[in-house]
Nanobody, 116 residues
Framework: QVQLVDSGGDLVQPGGSLTLSCAGS????????MSWYRQAPGKERELVAR????????TYANSVKDRFTISRDNDKNTGFLQMDSLKPEDTAVYYC?????????WGQGTQVTVSS
């Protein structure tokens, strides 16, 4: 079955960096676009970044543009979110996401906390 496993979340100081990973299985990873979402306490889940199946095109939320980089390694069935210049407002649970044949799949989420 389709499975996404998020990892890499941690406590980091403002201005620091983290890289999140999303390992996919049960589907042809290289055929599917991938996204990262996040949800802060008391807020709705929001789209952070998206990458095409081949990795040749990316889009970002304005709030993370020029600080976050989405990428993927289709040979390893893994997606990444490199997060630099982290701010306290980036604190959230981060989820990777794919859609296959109108079905949506989520990772279990990984907690990112930005605090001094």
């Amino acid at each position: 079955q389709v499975q996404l496993v998020d990892s890499g979340g941690d406590l980091v100081q403002p201005g620091g960096s983290l890289t999140l990973s999303c390992a996919g299985s049960g589907f042809i990873f290289s055929n599917v676009p991938m996204s990262w979402y996040r949800q802060a306490p008391g807020k709705e889940r929001e789209l952070v970044a998206r990458i095409t199946a081949s990795g040749d095109s990316t889009t970002y939320a304005n709030s993370v543009k020029d600080r976050f980089t989405i990428s993927r390694d289709n040979d390893k069935n893994t997606g990444f979110l490199q997060m630099d210049s982290l701010k306290p407002e980036d604190t959230a649970v981060y989820y990777c996401n794919i859609v296959i044949a109108w079905s949506t799949y989520w990772g279990q989420g990984t907690q990112v906390t930005v605090s001094s």
